[in-house]
């Protein structure tokens, strides 16, 4: 069974839509599938719709993705099996949604006032249409209007953390992301705890924070983690009690990212959805 917990569409930094995703997940053989956007549940719905209506095996899970703040650090937690329809997520995500606006609204103004750029917020709002901004928008309109090579040149130029375009984050601290996946009905899994770079001592002091504020799991296997790395995530997991979750933070098909790609788990480690039903079944198979 291939499970993936962790991809985005367009109502986020994806490039394809809710049904473009599924669309390549069956291709992938993808069995179970998280859609799991930056501070939006906006394309669950549509999930739900095309899935209803072209009768496919897949099995959907319910997801988002939260930015949260954490000892200075951004920190991700994806939040499994929510309700997308539970009110008072949405009001916070609406508070999150509020705060990426203002914050790509004050990196356009940094690059127009300390590089001398145009101003570029109309049209990172429109190439948008809607979505929940990033700086991954910015830097795909800097990249469409020809003034960076690529994506990695406007961070390393513009938007990365000590440049002239970059804006500190103003998320919900870590703790209380979790509190809210929870209260909406949901785990609350630690993503790619290798992508924030964090010193081994530094790592393991977020995952006791997580832990202790009653995180579910963190993401152990990634599509281009070693071995070892796995070993030593899981490791972390059974030392503080986290169960093990699996996910490639798929936006668009690229050379070394795919949905479902490498992703498995080693018999010792337990999965976040040991208890989950899945079609007709009582429990997923460990």
């Known amino acids: 069974m291939k499970i993936d917990l962790h991809s985005h569409t367009r109502h986020s930094d994806g490039l394809l839509t809710p049904k473009e995703l599924l669309q390549r997940a069956e291709l992938r053989g993808v069995d179970v599938l998280a859609i799991t956007d930056h501070d939006t549940v906006a ?158 001592k530094w790592l393991r002091r977020l995952v006791v924070d997580f832990a202790a504020a009653g995180g579910d799991g963190m993401e152990v296997v990634s599509p281009q983690q070693t071995p070892q790395q796995r070993a030593e995530l899981w490791a972390l997991c059974q030392q503080y009690g986290l169960l093990a979750s699996v996910g490639s933070d798929f936006h668009q098909p690229t050379p070394w990212n795919e949905l479902g790609k490498n992703l498995y788990l080693t018999e010792e480690m337990i999965p976040v959805w040991a208890n989950w039903p899945l079609a007709g079944q009582q429990t997923l198979p460990l």
């Not at 690529?150 to 990365?160: E, N, R, V």
């Open 43 to 200: 394309a669950i719905p549509e999930a739900r719709q095309y899935l209803a209506e072209h009768g496919t095996g897949l099995q959907l899970i319910a997801g988002v993705e939260l930015s949260t703040s954490w000892q200075s650090f951004e920190i991700h937690v994806v939040g499994l099996n929510i309700d997308p329809d539970c009110a008072v997520l949405q009001g916070r995500l609406q508070q999150q949604l509020q705060k990426r606006t203002e914050r790509v609204a004050a990196i356009a103004e940094r690059l127009s006032r300390r590089c001398k750029l145009p101003d570029i917020y109309p049209g990172v709002e429109s190439m948008a249409n809607g979505a929940a901004l990033t700086r991954a928008h910015v830097a795909r309109y800097l990249v469409q209007q020809g003034m960076v090579e690529h994506m990695g040149k406007a961070f390393d130029k513009y938007l990365g953390r000590g440049k002239p375009g970059y804006v500190p984050p103003s998320w919900v601290e870590l703790a209380e992301a979790i509190g809210w996946i929870q209260q909406a009905g949901g785990q609350a899994v630690l993503a790619h705890p290798l992508k924030y770079k964090l010193s081994g």
